[in-house]
């Protein structure tokens, strides 16, 4: 696997869009709508929580997966680019997140 597998797999979810819907889960999940994308992607960080505390290192990769699978098609129904998502951590790269954190109570 290759860094950029964020940016293939979200160009993957952009493609997804004109699939037939009967055929991806993906095409179903966007045309419900942001509201399904939010709700799916909230159900999925909570599982990850839930493995993060009593399951195996291989659950919680799993369910890490999941959340960031549907993070990047909760990003897709809204139009927001992950490489503008990745724009804002590379700009916090060598900031502490203490002053970080402090910059946005700022804003």
Do not use: W
């Amino acid at each position: 696997m290759t860094d950029d597998v964020l940016l293939r797999l979200a160009a993957v979810i952009a493609e997804r869009r004109a699939a037939s819907a009967d055929k991806s889960y993906t095409r179903q999940l966007l045309d419900e709508g942001t509201p399904r994308c939010a709700k799916k992607f909230g159900e999925e960080a909570f599982e990850t929580v839930i493995a993060s505390l009593n399951e195996s290192d291989a659950a919680l990769c799993s369910e890490a997966a999941d959340v960031i699978y549907h993070l990047l098609v909760l990003l897709e129904s809204r139009s927001v680019s992950i490489a503008d998502v990745l724009a804002v951590l590379e700009s916090r790269m060598g900031t502490s997140g203490l002053e970080e954190k402090a910059r946005r109570k700022g804003n």
